[in-house]
């Protein structure tokens, strides 16, 4: 067999070697994880899973991360969609250094806007919600999704605009009855990334956030108590933050590829 | 070709709300960080002016330098792994059917797992006690032990990296190689082309574009790396792998040394920017000679 095909086969599985390490130990008594070794677990449990899905204070946590990531998906593409069809459709003034204006604001390092956005969103009482966590997102996704969705637009040519207009259909109508669905897969490129993005994110959500909206990803750090880390839990409590993002990679599998290309993400 | 842009100045009002958010989400903090790194305070909320004091503290310090240091090192590694594998990795996908999709499937799984739980992965992995990697590997017979050792605590999270960013590259090149259309092959097939001539010639003037990103941005992710180097090695042992965010989240929030890790932030900031900019310029300029394709 020739180099070039073994190789997607071997990072496949230097991709799945760690995952499922951790799978198998989330089915783990934390007493097996210390003491034994093994590939598979000796003494299958579900109880890592049961403290988690039975305790509002552990699953709260994830229902608060959906909630502001999908927040932020909505917030995102939908101020980000008039924004790119300008860029992609009008000179006006300022139009090029604005475009790179957005995407340096991709470039900042979040530990940089970690302080300054706790004391912005504590001073406009937003402290702790949901909506928090989601407008400070937008930072790096409403570049992004411009930058994706002006991609996707530009591929629509501009004659369909002008046609559509000589017709008689008003702009509001245009856009919703002809545009939108021709750039559809482009929308849902988009929201994929943004919700990929927003759902990785750690550190913003984590000081944004104290106790009613506290994202998974800051509870999973309460499993180091003073008799050590339960490592069982904390092993179930990854795997199931793995299980959003597999839902998501399923429904957009065939638009990976073409949404990377247009998008230039 | 297609119509040309058109002169429109209100569609300054499209753009208006994304301007708003993001000057709400950018500029303010921004102007936060900016007040802090020009005043100093004694608490109470009394601040006075310092000029450039912090500034030249940051850099006169050796802890900027070390710091910034250990980033480029990291970044650069990181980007002579990726970007080479991913790229052949791309090169060696199956083009459709339900191959390629699970392929893409499988590669896609790093990207989406939240940042402190790959974190947890690897340090659940490569654990001496408990990981598979760890005990795998000094049963063999190699000493290792990422926490007390330094350049293994390094290998561990470039493997990180690696496992988790290498298919944003893959990715991104194979949606450059599907844009080759099929007639390119057939004609260097018939010239009896070899394989690197096919790559050469064929491809990779496909793939600038593509390559290009991905280059910039793993440049931008792996220069502002925090959660996952932070909860495998917490930026040790010693200081060993105190990348430039996990040493500015210390100085800020850790001793609360505001105006010193206000004037880091700028600088900090200062360099992507630079740094993205040069490469842009370098990059585009590439783009504006004689393009030999039709």
């Known amino acids: ?265 | 070709m297609s119509v040309a842009k058109r002169n429109y100045p209100k569609a300054w009002l499209l753009v208006l709300p994304v301007v708003l958010m993001v000057a709400f989400n950018a500029v303010i903090p921004l102007m936060t960080v900016v007040n802090y790194s020009v005043q100093d305070t004694f608490g109470n909320n009394q601040f006075f002016w310092v000029g450039l004091e912090w500034f030249e503290e940051v850099l006169r310090s050796g802890r900027f330098g070390d710091a910034l240091g250990r980033q480029l090192l990291f970044t650069t590694l990181v980007l002579l792994i990726e970007i080479p594998l991913g790229l052949m990795i791309a090169l060696g996908l199956p083009k459709s059917g339900w191959r390629a999709s699970s392929y893409m499937m499988l590669l896609a799984l790093p990207l989406l797992i939240p940042w402190n739980v790959v974190g947890t992965i690897w340090q659940i992995f490569g654990r001496v006690d408990i990981g598979l990697a760890g005990s795998a590997i000094n049963a063999v017979g190699i000493d290792y032990n990422y926490t007390q050792d330094a350049l293994d605590a390094w290998i561990t999270v470039i493997a990180m990296d690696v496992w988790h960013w290498t298919s944003l590259v893959a990715l991104l090149c194979y949606s450059g190689l599907k844009s080759v259309p099929e007639v390119y092959y057939q004609a260097a097939a018939i010239d009896g082309a070899s394989r690197w001539a096919i790559f050469r010639y064929v491809q990779l003037p496909r793939l600038r574009q593509v390559l290009i990103i991905a280059f910039l941005l793993r440049f931008m992710d792996s220069f502002m790396i925090y959660t996952e180097p932070f909860v495998v090695t917490g930026g040790g042992p010693g200081n060993a792998t105190t990348f430039l965010s996990i040493d500015l989240v210390k100085l800020a929030l850790g001793q609360f040394d505001l105006g010193q890790a206000a004037a880091m932030s700028l600088i900090y900031f200062l360099i992507v920017l630079l740094v993205c900019w040069l490469f842009y310029t370098i990059m585009s300029v590439g783009d504006s000679q004689p393009d030999t394709r039709q």
């Open chain 1, 1 to 265: 067999m020739k180099f070039r095909k073994i190789l997607p086969r071997a990072h496949v599985i230097f991709i799945l070697l760690p995952v499922y390490w951790l799978v198998n130990m989330s089915f783990k008594s934390n007493q097996e994880i210390l003491s034994t070794l093994s590939l598979w677990p000796q003494d299958f449990t579900l109880e890592n899973y049961a403290t988690i899905l039975t305790d509002p204070s552990w699953y709260s946590g994830y229902i608060n991360s959906l909630i502001y990531v999908l927040l932020n998906t909505v917030i995102s593409v939908s101020i980000a969609l008039p924004a790119a069809y300008a860029f992609s459709r009008y000179r006006f003034l300022g139009d090029k250094h604005l475009f790179f204006w957005l995407l340096s604001n991709r470039m900042a390092p979040p530990a940089v806007f970690a302080l300054p956005f706790f004391q912005l969103y504590s001073s406009i009482g937003l402290f702790d919600t949901h909506l928090a966590v989601a407008l400070a997102h937008t930072l790096f996704n409403v570049p992004l999704a411009v930058w994706i969705l002006e991609g996707f637009m530009s591929s629509v040519p501009r004659e369909i605009d002008e046609t559509a207009q000589i017709d008689g259909y008003s702009f509001p109508r245009f856009f919703t009855k002809i545009f939108a669905p021709m750039i559809a897969s482009g929308i849902g490129v988009t929201a994929f990334f943004c919700f990929m993005f927003s759902w990785v994110e750690l550190l913003l959500a984590r000081t944004l956030t104290s106790v009613s909206a506290k994202p998974i990803s800051a509870i999973m750090t309460r499993t180091v108590s003073a008799s050590g880390l339960d490592w069982g839990v904390l092993a179930a409590a990854g795997t199931l933050t793995i299980i959003p993002g597999m839902l998501v990679i399923y429904f957009v599998r065939n638009h990976i590829a073409r949404g990377f290309a247009m998008g230039r993400v």
